[in-house]
């Protein structure tokens, strides 16, 4: 009889327990945390973790199986941010936890720390700046929208066939990262859409990320050494991705030594790899735990996933905004018409020089894009030793921190009450310029020291590609095609952008 009693009071405490749970936006079950519900909506983890934030005054810690170093804490708090980022940067960087699950990147730049991250960022930050670099980027972009997407856009409206514009913009933003990068053309937008192996290798790797930043260490660590489910896919993905690099960089290489043996011999072009071999900077890059080739390869890797996949993700979004807003699109070809002193029908010509910059309202309309469909939706971080963040939570030595920038899109303290709405004017100043949103607020490109380098050569890119569309061509998206972010660390679209084109 007391057993009975003792089962009966121990049911009627746990039911008491699991009530109380239900009030809070995630339940802490014991042994598990909360790592179920993390699981039960990973298939929409970005709109749910945005939820979890609003529900919780933008900052809760998520506790993961007991005994494991699951627990993060999850933030999307303009003061947290600015203390992690600007204000006590010393004290937060990637952490070890990053570095396994990131394993791939290597020591390349968006992994790096100490001394070889700042080493690299002044070697990047030096080649940004350079004219010729610039002109390259500009140049090449121009030639790819030409000849590439307006070949394929054109064929497309001529035929009545439909395409999808996130591939597309994936092989654009490749095409002109490979050239600068690279030196090398890969020619995959062009009319026959080739396959590029590579590329969607990293969509695979992408996805295999976001997971495992979701199960136990020794779950996927089992699962790849056992090669099974996503981790078996990972590991085909990166021989892909190693293979492609390598490749290129003996190429590279072969070249370099040629014009090395050949003194006096011309440069052919410029790019970021011939640059990092030369024997200053190479001198600077390696040390006795790491060789020049495995530099490069971690730098390419990095620079290759930056340049393809945060613009062709902006472009997508963009785009399928603009085709769904015709008081935008029709705005922002009038912007073009008086900034280039146009008519509706005469041929396309690209900007000259600062031209891009007095195209203030598609600049606006790009902000608004990252600001509500940010291509990276979070942002990893770990405290070198404990601390109290600005909102009261404790911070415990290598504790993980996740910062959303696809919750803070749609803060309310940030953007008003309006803040789900897309409204490129909230960009611009009562003067006509575009108004400067504090980087901690707006951290689609990151803050502090460690903000992007390639910032405005992405804006650069990206107009050139968007303006030249919107001028030339109306989109039309194909009728019920489902437009939801994908299970991804990058916020690509699921299932494309699929349009049907009108010349």
Request: hydrophobic content about 40%; aromatic content about 10%.
């Amino acid at each position: 009889m007391a057993i009975v009693e003792a089962i009966g009071a121990f049911a009627f405490l746990s039911l008491i327990w699991f009530l109380s749970k239900i009030r809070s936006p995630i339940i802490d079950w014991p042994i598990l945390g909360m790592i179920p519900g993390c699981l039960i909506n990973v298939h929409r983890v970005h709109s749910y973790f945005r939820y979890l934030l609003e529900e919780t005054n933008h900052t809760i810690k998520i506790k993961g199986l007991w005994f494991t170093k699951m627990s993060f804490i999850l933030t999307s708090d303009p003061e947290n941010i600015h203390h992690i980022y600007s204000t006590n940067f010393t004290n937060y960087n990637k952490g070890t936890h990053f570095k396994e699950i990131f394993q791939i990147l290597g020591d390349g730049i968006l992994a790096a720390e100490s001394d070889s991250w700042r080493m690299q960022r002044k070697l990047n930050h030096s080649l940004f700046r350079q004219n010729n670099f610039l002109n390259l980027v500009e140049t090449t972009s121009q030639q790819k929208v030409e000849m590439g997407l307006f070949k394929i856009l054109d064929l497309a409206s001529e035929n009545g066939l439909q395409v999808d514009m996130q591939d597309l913009f994936q092989r654009f933003t490749v095409d002109v990262t490979c050239k600068f990068l690279l030196g090398s053309d890969l020619n995959s937008l062009s009319v026959n859409l080739p396959e590029v192996p590579f590329a969607v290798a990293i969509d695979d790797i992408e996805e295999v990320l976001l997971h495992r930043h979701l199960k136990p260490r020794s779950l996927w660590k089992l699962e790849n050494w056992l090669q099974v489910g996503l981790e078996k896919k990972a590991t085909k993905a990166i021989t892909t991705i190693d293979s492609f690099i390598n490749q290129q960089i003996s190429l590279k290489q072969k070249q370099h030594r040629k014009r090395t043996a050949q003194r006096g011999a011309k440069e052919e072009g410029f790019d970021l790899v011939s640059n990092f071999m030369t024997d200053e900077v190479a001198a600077k890059c390696t040390s006795s735990e790491k060789s020049l080739e495995t530099f490069l390869r971690d730098s390419v890797l990095s620079i290759l996933i930056a340049g393809r996949d945060t613009s062709s993700t902006a472009l997508t979004w963009f785009l399928w905004i603009v085709s769904t807003n015709p008081l935008v699109k029709s705005k922002i070809r009038e912007e073009l018409q008086v900034t280039f002193q146009m008519k509706e029908g005469d041929q396309w010509r690209f900007p000259i020089g600062q031209e891009l910059n007095e195209l203030i309202y598609l600049h606006a309309s790009l902000c608004e894009t990252l600001r509500l469909y940010p291509p990276v939706p979070f942002n990893h971080k770990a405290s070198v030793k404990s601390d109290i963040l600005p909102s009261g939570h404790r911070v415990n030595k290598e504790t993980a921190i996740l910062i959303s920038m696809y919750a803070m899109g749609t803060m309310k303290e940030i953007w008003r009450a309006d803040c789900c709405e897309f409204k490129p004017e909230r960009w611009i100043s009562e003067k006509g310029s575009i108004l400067n949103i504090p980087s901690y607020k707006y951290n689609v490109f990151g803050a502090g020291p460690r903000t992007c380098l390639g910032k405005d050569l992405a804006l650069r890119e990206m107009k050139v590609a968007a303006a030249a569309i919107i001028w030339n061509y109306d989109l039309e998206i194909v009728k019920d095609h489902p437009v939801i972010a994908a299970n991804s660390v990058i916020l690509h679209m699921q299932h494309g952008l699929k349009v049907r084109v009108t010349k």
